[in-house]
């Protein structure tokens, strides 16, 4: 071989690389802003409304990205699997998400998902009996002291229903990193867009289902055609950046990343939340809520080295 083409196979990685970190730099700010827009459109629409909204816009743009590796690739073995992964997320983490979000704030949620990275790190633990290093443990700690900061326990001027919020954010967080972890499994195994699709249809199915109970359930639902369209295409919108396009995105940067070394850029998240949040939604975050953000990001670079 000569010395060119050793050049040129030994630049390969680093460019995969190089993109992997530019695609998960780009699904952070997808994330970070979608999550100040659903948080807007929460004060219009109902959790469940949204949700099927969103997903609906998501997985058309997804299929349409997806159509050259249609069909044989979504018959391909191992397909059924792998998008059974997608009832973790969109379909637990945003049905369950969404609700938070409804009763905390964007910043406030933003910054607790940050906390995902050292989830991953302990999903994998109990999934995979992937036993983290004491560092990492005395990571997880630190990550856990600055989501109990953040989301205000002991806090006296929050809310029961905010505290709840926050909570139902920390269980959207944990179901999200276990799909991270489920997902890094097989996202060599198919091309991102049909991963994408197949498991956001499984989501958006989960989701219609909530969304048809809700309806028997409630006196006087809200039906998504009495809604004015701007709302339904900000909604849509807000369904393609949060879902189609930062998981397209994420799945580019799991073929090329571990779990964890992943996970890692979703730390950003908390950075493009909160500063949407205070020029979108003029959210001002205190000085507990940085300062727990402030831990969480510690944890998490802390533990980089050791993904």
């Given amino acids: 071989m000569s010395e060119e083409n050793m050049s040129l196979t030994a630049d390969r990685p680093s460019r995969a690389k190089l993109v992997a970190t530019l695609a998960m730099i780009a699904s952070a ?13 929460l004060d219009a629409m109902p959790p469940t409304t949204l949700l099927v909204i969103q997903l609906t816009a998501s997985v058309a743009a997804l299929l349409v990205m997806a159509a050259p590796n249609f069909p044989h690739r979504y018959e391909g073995k191992g397909i059924g699997r ?36 050292v989830l991953i790190v302990l ?12 560092r990492l443990l005395v990571c997880i700690a630190l990550a856990v002291v600055g989501v109990l900061m953040v989301s205000g326990v002991g806090d006296l001027d929050a809310g029961d229903s905010e505290r709840l919020g926050d909570g139902l954010i920390v269980l959207a ?7 991270v972890v489920l997902s890094a499994r097989v996202a060599g195994d198919f091309p991102p867009a049909t991963l994408a699709s197949s498991q956001q249809l499984v989501g ?16 006087d639902p ?15 919108l807000s369904g393609v950046v949060q879902y189609a ?12 990343l571990s779990a964890g070394a992943a996970g890692l850029w979703l730390t950003l998240v908390p950075v493009f939340g909160l500063f949407g949040a205070y020029v979108w939604l003029g959210e001002v975050p205190t000085i507990i809520m940085l300062l727990g953000a402030s831990f969480i990001l510690a944890a998490v670079l802390a533990g980089r080295s050791e993904s």
């Fill in 82 to 117: 792998a998008a059974a992964i997608g009832l973790l997320e969109p379909g637990l983490t945003y049905a369950v998400g969404l609700a938070g979000l409804s009763l905390t704030t964007a910043g406030k949620a933003s910054v607790i998902s940050a906390s995902e990275p």
């Fill in 29 to 41: 700010a997808c994330w970070g802003f979608a999550t100040v827009m659903s948080r807007n459109l």
């Fill in 204 to 219: 958006l199915a989960f989701a219609l289902a909530l969304y048809a109970v809700e309806r028997l359930a409630t006196a």
């Fill in 123 to 134: 999903m994998s633990w109990i999934l995979f009996s992937q036993r983290p290093s004491r």
């Fill in 173 to 179: 967080t944990l179901f999200a990193a276990t799909y």
């Fill in 245 to 256: 396009a930062a998981f397209w995105l994420y799945l580019i940067g799991l073929r090329h």
């Fill in 222 to 236: 809200v039906s998504i055609t009495d809604m004015p369209p701007r709302v339904i295409v900000y909604a849509a």
